[in-house]
């Protein structure tokens, strides 16, 4: 894991919380007022895998705070928390996996991390805010998610799998 101190390492954590916010706020596909597709996830698996579950937490957390402040949307600590969840469940299952191929590495820590995550702790947050119930919102958002985990994990794998891309941000997979 890269220090935090070291002045590459934010100004990429900076690209990619940049990257969430645009992806998730203001280039997303919403479907009614609880379900959205976007790519607000893919920046901060990838926080994770370059630079483990801490810094991953950080990214995720400000992205979600000002990503929420420049929509105008309320900040909502249970969605935050989620958002949170998310990425340091990715982070740290893409690390704890070390031993598998980096395909099943993504599949198993993309799905576990979006399932509990997204799935579960966003959608609890969501029915407080839209004042509907967990119940009713959890079939469209399990859709939902199990598309954007196969998108964000094929996204993801194509990347880590250029070379270009991995001599950048010299990962070691």
């Known amino acids: 894991m890269q220090k935090i101190k070291s002045v590459k390492t ?3 954590c900076a690209f990619l919380s940049a990257l969430s916010i645009i992806f998730g706020k203001f280039l997303n596909i919403p479907i009614g007022e609880t379900i959205r597709f976007s790519f ?7 926080s994770g895998i370059m630079f ?3 810094i991953s ?16 949307y ?15 469940t990715g982070a740290f299952l893409f690390k704890i996996f070390k031993k598998l191929p980096v395909f099943i ?12 995550g997204s799935v579960i702790i966003k959608t609890c947050g969501l029915s407080i805010y839209a004042g509907t119930s967990f119940i009713s ?8 998610y199990l598309i ?25 997979l």
């Open 137 to 144: 919102l959890l079939p469209m958002r399990s859709v939902n």
């Open 105 to 116: 590495r993504l599949i198993l820590s993309v799905s576990i991390a979006h399932i509990v």
């Open 74 to 88: 309320a900040i909502n600590p249970i969605i935050t928390l989620g958002a949170v969840f998310t990425s340091v």
């Open 148 to 172: 954007m985990i196969v998108i964000d994990t094929l996204v993801l794998f194509f990347l880590l799998k250029n070379r270009s891309f991995k001599k950048i941000l010299e990962l070691n």
């Open 40 to 46: 607000e996830n893919t920046p901060l698996f990838l």
């Open 57 to 72: 937490g950080i990214v995720a957390f400000v992205s979600d705070i000002l990503g929420s402040i420049l929509r105008g």
């Open 10 to 12: 934010l100004v990429i």
């Open 52 to 54: 483990g579950p801490i």
